[in-house]
Nanobody, 123 residues
Framework: VQLQASGGGLVQAGGSLRLSCAASGRTFSINTMGWFRQAPGKDREFVARIRWNGGSTYLADSVKGRFTISRDKAVNTVYLQMNSLKPEDTAVYYC?????????????????WGQGTQVTVSS
């Protein structure tokens, strides 16, 4: 499975961005897709996940009510809609695919990773 993330950029606090993650290759093997983020000097942090076939979602408490994860299986793409952005959301955002483990929230639960896209929120 190959993943290509896009959509990052610079936005003012309170603004919105939508990240996309296009999957290719053995997409039929995907169980769950997730988004993580990593700020400088910090560990990679879980943001959201979505079950590839059923569509059920789960978001971290820090982004609930502001972020939404969705997927379009017709184009093998997962989206992260980010609203009401805060400076503390600034990070490199990574998408990831799990083919083995099920509904995990740790980086080690995911088998494939995209290259990351920078999100910077100015105050």
């Amino acid at each position: 499975v190959q993943l290509q993330a896009s959509g990052g950029g610079l936005v003012q606090a309170g603004g919105s961005l939508r990240l996309s993650c296009a999957a290719s290759g053995r997409t039929f093997s995907i169980n769950t897709m997730g988004w993580f983020r990593q700020a400088p000097g910090k560990d990679r942090e879980f943001v959201a996940r979505i079950r590839w076939n059923g569509g059920s979602t789960y978001l971290a408490d820090s982004v609930k009510g502001r972020f939404t994860i969705s997927r379009d299986k017709a184009v093998n793409t997962v989206y992260l809609q980010m609203n009401s952005l805060k400076p503390e959301d600034t990070a490199v955002y990574y998408c990831a695919a799990d083919v083995d483990h099920g509904l995990g929230s740790l980086p080690r639960d995911y088998d494939y990773w995209g290259q990351g896209t920078q999100v910077t929120v100015s105050s």
